[in-house]
């Protein structure tokens, strides 16, 4: 998250320049769809052979109403601006193979019509600025429900997606009731294409999926 701070910014350069990043692995940084923080993740990948660049907005209900005060256009009209953002600055560093994702952050609080329609407004925009397909992530940014529901929702956008062929749907699985894990497995049989998560589940707020069990 280099737009965290000086420490993660610094943390990032310093290893896209090291030249120790192995040609099969690709470094990944996050952004909110803000310009200011979308410049500072891109200069921090400067000279970068390849890199995923990940834009998060909140889409739920209650995010809208109180955290942004926007109605359902407000809120694709942020996405859809970073996203301008992010192929304005993929452009000026064309020497990196620039990949792209999407995460409709509370994803799982979200109208499933709601979601879909944010995604594809968003595809619309970083389809023709990546050779790559974009990645959309759908997070359970909090695991409000059962895994098995979690799954229905995956498979609801894994159904309705106009463009299925030429995105990667991702999951992001929180493990606030304990079965990040399960909610894993479920949603890769119910079509998702990848999964995110961190070693031991040692990541943000109640932990991620724990990638060494799923695996």
């Known amino acids: 998250f280099p737009s965290a701070g000086q420490t993660e910014f610094d943390f990032i350069s310093a290893l896209v320049k090291s030249g120790r990043v192995p040609d099969d692995v690709i470094v990944q940084v996050l952004t909110?769809?803000?310009?200011?923080?979308?410049?500072?993740?891109?200069?921090?990948?400067?000279?970068?052979?390849?890199?995923?660049?990940?834009l998060y907005n909140p889409t739920a209900p209650l995010f809208r109403r109180v955290v942004y005060g926007k109605d359902k256009a407000g809120i694709v009209d942020i996405a859809v601006q970073g996203a301008q953002w992010f192929a304005q600055c993929a452009a000026a560093q064309p020497d990196t193979d620039w990949r792209f994702e999407y995460s409709p952050e509370t994803f799982t609080m979200t109208e499933l019509d709601f979601a879909l329609e944010i995604c594809e407004r968003v595809v619309d925009v970083l389809e023709p600025a990546t050779r790559y397909p974009v990645i959309l992530n759908l997070p359970a940014t909090v695991e409000v429900a059962t895994p098995n529901v979690f799954a229905d929702q995956i498979e609801w956008m894994h159904r309705h997606l106009s463009r299925r062929d030429r995105v990667i749907v991702s999951v992001h699985p929180h493990n606030d009731r304990g079965t990040g894990v399960a909610a894993a497995e479920l949603a890769v049989m119910a079509g998702a294409d990848r999964v995110e998560g961190c070693l031991?589940?040692?990541?943000?707020r109640t932990g991620n999926v724990c990638l060494v069990t799923l695996a």
């Open 32 to 54: 909110q769809s803000r310009e200011d923080l979308i410049r500072t993740s891109f200069d921090s990948l400067d000279g970068a052979r390849a890199a995923i660049v990940h």
């Open 200 to 204: 031991f589940g040692n990541g943000e």
